[in-house]
């Protein structure tokens, strides 16, 4: 049973272009979490998807974010139009059911705005 | 709104030896979970252990263990006989009971030195 899987590693965008970072979930898992880490700081939580829907967003910024988790595919982090700032290690974790204790990590996507 | 705190940013000790890595919190809940996780270079986020609030014994797995006081909303991680893997970035993290995401502190780098 692979564990959660997160593409690319890493990932360089110019200042506007958009990046789109991946993540599959563990097998049976249907609840998807996204955090953010600056560097050096702990991680900090952006949204919490479920197949389909969108339940917790109350981390994710209001403008040029958006996130996915389709019936089919993996789920998508969107970011168009990106800034200096918006490079980070962004982590997806999942798991069976509401976030419980029973969540894994996948290794992250460092993006790179240049 | 709930707080992590970890007052050590960096901590360094001799391979064999004990270290105690320390973590605060802030919440008015009275059920919620703590986590230690550790994040190596390669970035993976992996779950070292944790304790439920309601459970008064401390949580212990191999060379982990943890000295949780509810009542000060401390929860500091001992690891003993310290290896050469455990050189990584340790996270505290706090969940209040039905919640579904995860607060964390902002991190203690920890070098086991040979």
């Known amino acids: 049973n692979a564990g959660v899987m997160q593409n690319p590693r890493h990932l360089v965008r110019r200042r506007g272009q958009e990046a789109r970072l991946r993540c599959s979930p563990m097998?049976?898992?249907?609840?998807v979490y996204w955090y953010r880490q600056l560097p050096e700081e702990g991680l900090k939580f952006m949204v919490y998807?479920?197949?389909?829907?969108?339940?917790?967003e109350s981390g994710m910024p209001k403008e040029r974010f958006s996130a996915e988790f389709p019936k089919e595919g993996p789920s998508i982090l969107r970011i168009q139009q990106v800034v200096r700032g918006d490079s980070a290690a962004y982590f997806c974790a999942s798991s069976p059911r509401p976030m419980n204790t029973e969540a894994f990590f996948g290794q992250g996507t460092r993006l790179t705005v240049v | 709104a709930q707080t992590v705190t970890q007052s050590q940013p960096e901590m360094s000790v001799q391979e064999a030896e004990t270290v105690t890595l320390s973590c605060t919190y802030d919440t008015s809940e009275n059920n919620y979970y703590l986590f230690w996780y550790k994040q190596p270079p390669s970035r993976q986020m992996i779950l070292v252990i944790r304790?439920?609030?309601?459970?008064?014994q401390n949580a212990t797995e191999n060379r982990f263990s943890v000295n949780f006081q509810k009542a000060a909303k401390s929860f500091s991680l001992k690891i003993s006989d310290s290896q050469l893997g455990d050189t990584a970035m340790y996270f505290c993290a706090f969940m209040p009971e039905g919640a579904q995401k995860l607060v964390f502190g902002q991190g203690t780098r920890l070098t086991i030195n040979p």
């Open positions: 097998k049976g898992h249907s609840h």
């Open positions: 304790q439920e609030a309601y459970k008064q």
């Open positions: 998807l479920q197949k389909e829907n969108i339940i917790d």
